[in-house]
């Protein structure tokens, strides 16, 4: 059966200094998926919390005009095009317009994996 899901900000909620509306697994899936999905929604002006994660990361633009911001580098990303952003990297997305941003994230693995720090303990990204 095929299913159907709207982005609305209305069903999002508070997370990463953004409105988060999360999207995997659908309803009614029996098996885990292999990657999370969420829509982001990000006022005018406003800026994402640092995040940094075990987890790769592409950020696909719907609307509005992202400036995604990692190791330094600043870069900007419109409607209809996308950025990577690799694993273990904080980074920030800011909205530098006076209209609302819009993205997907799509990042995989579903669950973040350990991270092995020293020998004999395990640490969880960030």
């Known amino acids: 059966m095929i299913q159907t899901v709207t982005i609305d900000r209305t069903a999002a909620k508070p997370e990463f200094g953004t409105s988060t ?5 659908w309803l009614g899936q029996t098996d885990e998926p292999p990657f999370g999905q969420m829509a982001v929604f990000l006022d005018p002006g ?5 995040d940094c994660h075990n987890q790769d990361e592409l950020v696909v633009v719907l609307s509005g005009r992202a400036e995604v911001r990692m190791d330094g580098e600043s870069v900007p990303v419109s ?3 996308m950025a990577f952003l690799p694993r273990n990297h904080t980074h920030v997305v800011a909205n530098p317009a006076d209209e609302e941003l819009v993205w997907i994230s799509i990042y995989w693995p579903l ?16």
């Open 46 to 50: 406003a800026q994402t919390a640092p």
């Open 21 to 25: 509306q999360r999207m995997v697994p």
């Open 111 to 126: 669950r973040e994996p350990a991270i092995t720090g020293e020998p004999g303990e395990e640490q969880h990204g960030a």
């Open 79 to 81: 409607a209809g095009e």
